[in-house]
């Protein structure tokens, strides 16, 4: 072809024929480039995407159960197809002709728009990210794949400041330490079952064995055991642990980390100092919470959630007051665990609902009671159709680039990258 320079000095491409190419297509609606070089095309009669190499020669056909229309190709080679006839849209790897995720939601038409929503489909992934308040900044997460060791039951996981997770297999009486990818590096056996772990800021873990009355302290990385600790009083049990994440790398004077203790049927948040574990007089020196708690996760050294077994509902104690603030959550079941991301948001797994919701803080004042903090849900950023099923535990790694969520009641481990 002829390069024409409409404005002097004006730089344009130009053109030359190689050759034109057609596989015998029905209708091809939508076209776009992998970042290997190869085109995907949407055989919209045919119901099927086809992949050719850059010169045109065919490699490989998917075929789907609706007819694909419009084709993006993300700048992390990730390809979106809508299907407007199932009102659908397909997440792929483009290259090898993978369906990674398929959300059944309603999409915008024109081609602009639909530009645009990729964009934001690329930044929540597989998952559906609504922003409940404008201009709020929200995590989203796309699947990069899960891992079993052969698992007996998995109830609870922690992350270690170098990034290993740490998992309790209750039923095995074992310990299991993964890398940041799941891949297997140690195990150390117990004496009782491990059913709490939490890894404070100073890289020590500490892990609940309720059936024996006590604590362990370890070094998760190395996987030793520093220090046991029992409860000598009769009716008295530790049952899980929370760490209070932002109190420093070094040692200090600082709370650590708390433990929930029942004594005779009532359960306290007992603080822990790392030089000593002394667990007595829980009544005077620890703060009085639910009962029927599960698992508990601090917002600060003084504030944290809690989960009640088998409810519609978490609680909050703000500032070490007895007054305990029911959260309702319509669209949970079973909450048994709470994590939180850098953003402060909290992220709670319902069980028997089968999602993840996020909840986010307002400052709330008011003239005749002091400042208070009240939480509402944001949204659902993940559930069934993501993968969740009867989740029973969950954390970030220590940099919030990754989400683990211990599945299938303790069965498996989900890992999805934070984008």
Known sequence: MAQVLAVPGDVRHGFSYICHFNHDFGRITGIAATIKGNILLCDYDKKNLILVDPLGNYLKKLNVDSEPYDVAITSQNIGYITQPNSRTVLQIDPDKMIVLFKDKSMFFWRKQRWLYVCRC??????????????????HGFSYYGQFNHDFGRITEIAATVKGNILLCDYYKKNLILV???????????????????????QNIGYVTQPHSRSVLQIDPDSMVVLFQASCNELGTTVFCVLAVSKNGRCFSHKVPCYLGVKIHGL??????????????????????IRACILKFHTVNEDSWFS?????????????????IKIINIATIDAPNDICSDHNGHIYVNGQGSNNIHRLKGYIQESLLESETTVWKVLDIPLDAHHGIKEPVALCFNKDYSKLYIVNERGKSVLVLDVI
């Open 267 to 288: 359960a306290y948040a007992f603080p822990v100092n790392h030089e000593e574990i002394n667990i007595k007089d829980v009544a005077t020196y620890g703060y009085k």
């Open 307 to 323: 989960c009640i077994g088998g409810q519609h509902y978490i609680t909050f104690n703000e500032k070490l007051e007895y007054r």
């Open 179 to 201: 890398d940041p990818l799941g891949n297997y590096l140690k195990n150390l056996y117990l004496d009782s079952e491990p059913y709490g772990v939490a890894i404070t800021s």
């Open 121 to 138: 489909c690329h930044l929540r992934a597989n998952m559906a990210q609504m922003l409940a308040v404008p201009g709020d900044v929200s």
